[in-house]
């Protein structure tokens, strides 16, 4: 996952950050703004007081999906508009992200996030749904198929972190450098994230008209949480074994993989190594569409998730 956060941090141009502080925001604005009437708060033990929206059909499937690098939950508004009329949707800010609060030393891994899932779905009383994931969400979606394979009933991998890539990708080199100095590292967590950020997400949302400036203020408000870039950029701990395309046979959930063929964050090449390694998948691709299919085009990606989940053993 930290070679995800870089390629992030590559697209929001690195290069040209300039040292203009940037001061926090407190919990209280940050939950008034971005939180709404489906807004719950659950503590969990490790002391995570996890932001979810428990939104939708109570009497259908339930799909559980978790949002990408730098993003939160709301990235999936587009398909719980359109799903919460046929099924239960479940959507969190996972640690490090949202209005989702860490206790002071946490450490962000994949496999904490995991963890939260888990413990969130069984607070909440589900033991089998669906999950969905994009990005690094993605990423963390595989790891609980491999993790917990008995509570799904199906996996959704939207443009999914996590295809072993073999050698260096361009530009990751230099960001390598500042992540691991500590000067670069100082500058990234006082600067004015904004110009940063519209550049990134009109390069990861292809579709600039989408880049609005409600977007971009979210994601510099929800930057500027306390203590949020700091733990963002002291890094992700490193997985416990080795992700290999061996990994991905292990995988007996059935699965839709889906990706954005003008993706520049994670290449559509990577979904369909994906898609080739995991038993009995169905890849499905879109021409012409970014990092965020869920968000650029969201009538046809939940109406391609729906025939998906029509296929499927009954709940």
Not at 85 to 109: K, N, Q, W
Not at 134 to 144: E, H, I, L, P, R
Not at 182 to 199: F, N, T
Not at 244 to 266: M, Q, S
Request: hydrophobic share 45%; charged share 20%.
């Amino acid at each position: 996952m930290r070679r995800l956060a870089i390629a992030f941090l590559c697209l929001l141009g690195v290069a040209g950050l300039s040292a203009c502080a940037s001061p926090e925001l407190p919990w209280a604005q940050l939950e008034s703004r971005y939180g709404n009437t489906a807004s719950r708060y659950l503590e969990l033990p490790d002391g995570v007081r996890v932001h979810y929206r428990d939104q939708g059909a109570r009497s259908g499937r339930t799909i559980v999906l978790v949002h990408g690098f730098a993003a939160s939950l709301h990235a999936w508004e587009p398909w719980v508009e359109r799903l919460s009329p046929e099924y239960r949707i479940i959507t969190l800010d996972l640690a490090g992200h949202g209005l989702t609060r860490t206790p002071d030393g946490y450490r962000i891994s994949t496999e904490g996030q995991v963890a939260i899932i888990d413990a969130l779905t069984r607070r909440l009383g589900v033991e089998r749904f669906v999950l969905g994931g994009n990005s690094m969400g993605g990423a963390v979606a595989w790891n609980y198929a491999l993790v917990h394979p008995d509570r799904l009933q199906g996996l959704v991998l939207v443009d999914a972190a996590g295809w072993p890539v073999e050698g260096k990708r361009e530009g990751s080199p230099l960001a390598f450098k500042l992540l691991a100095n500590p000067v670069g590292r100082a500058v990234l967590k006082s600067v004015d994230l904004s110009g940063i950020a519209e550049r990134g997400l009109k390069s990861a949302y292809a579709d600039e008209a989408l880049v609005t400036d409600a977007l971009v203020s979210r994601y510099v408000d929800l930057a500027m949480a306390p203590g949020r870039r700091e733990l963002i950029l002291n890094g992700q701990s490193q997985p416990r074994q080795p992700v290999t395309k061996a990994t991905f046979a292990r995988i007996t959930t059935p699965t839709l993989v889906i990706t954005g063929e003008a993706d520049k964050v994670i290449p559509a090449e990577a979904s369909r190594g994906l898609a080739s390694a995991i038993p009995g998948a169905q890849l499905i691709t879109y021409p012409g569409v970014g990092h965020v299919p869920m968000e650029q085009i969201p009538e046809r990606s939940a109406q391609d998730l729906k025939a998906f989940l029509a296929g499927l053993p009954p709940a």
